[in-house]
């Protein structure tokens, strides 16, 4: 089976950097993507992983290491609206298709 | 536009009853998946489809039913034997292939299912 572990929740100031860790264990390794879950509403996608290193995209950027099972999002720049919940989730590839693994998400609050 | 649209955003419903969750997508993707989430839990898939007419269980299926008669559609059943269907119901959809971003999924915004 999968396993992927992220801190339950994190606070950071508007205006710092946050980074946002997620480990994970799984065969079938496809993929990993985070996604942005603001309250009662649906996941907005983030970011995207499948090689080593770093991704960049504007404020956001994903870092992945596969053989550490590891992979962190960075936030820059924190503003009042990136308090949400962020989903680390890795895909992988079975018999019947690609399927994705949600942890249990990082419910990020940022103060003044 | 196009999008991934569930109806209705909320849904109330007695015990006992069975109830379908609707799920359209008119961005021509074949696979189309179902999650449920619960307060302060990640995603957990429910059914999943690659292609009409073929579906498979997810992590927790059981007390749910599906169909994939038409590629844009995919029809959630909660039935009685869900012991605790009240969550919020999410739908997503991919666009063929195995790997890659464009393989990525996007969501619909979902239906809050509470059972009374």
């Known amino acids: 089976g999968q396993n992927i572990d992220q801190p339950t929740e994190m606070t950071a100031t508007e205006g710092a950097i946050v980074q946002i860790n997620c480990t994970y264990q799984t065969s079938g390794f496809n993929g990993l993507f985070w996604y942005q879950q603001h309250a009662g509403e649906a996941p907005t996608f983030l970011s995207y992983n499948v090689l080593d290193g770093l991704e960049e995209k504007g404020r956001f950027s994903s870092f992945l290491s596969r053989s550490k099972g590891y992979s962190y999002l960075l936030l820059k720049e924190l503003q009042m609206k990136d308090s949400a919940s962020y989903l680390c989730a890795v895909r992988v590839f079975t018999g019947g298709g690609n399927k994705l693994t949600f942890g249990t998400g990082t419910q990020l609050k940022v103060e003044l | 536009d196009g999008g991934i649209t569930q109806s209705p955003k909320y849904l109330f419903r007695k015990e006992g009853q069975n109830v379908t969750l609707s799920c359209e997508q008119n961005?021509?993707?074949?696979?189309m998946y179902w999650y449920r989430q619960d307060p302060g839990q990640g995603l957990r898939l429910i059914y999943y489809?690659?292609?009409?007419?073929?579906?498979q269980k997810g992590d927790i299926a059981e007390g749910y039913s599906v169909s994939r008669e038409k590629k844009e559609s995919f029809p959630l059943t909660v039935t009685s034997a869900q012991k605790n269907p009240t969550a919020f119901y999410l739908c997503?959809?991919?666009?063929?292939?195995?790997?890659?971003?464009?393989?990525?999924?996007?969501f619909g915004p979902g239906t809050r299912l509470t059972v009374l």
């Open positions: 997503a959809s991919s666009p063929p292939g195995l790997a890659g971003i464009r393989h990525t999924q996007y």
């Open positions: 489809s690659q292609i009409v007419n073929d579906f």
């Open positions: 961005l021509n993707h074949d696979a």
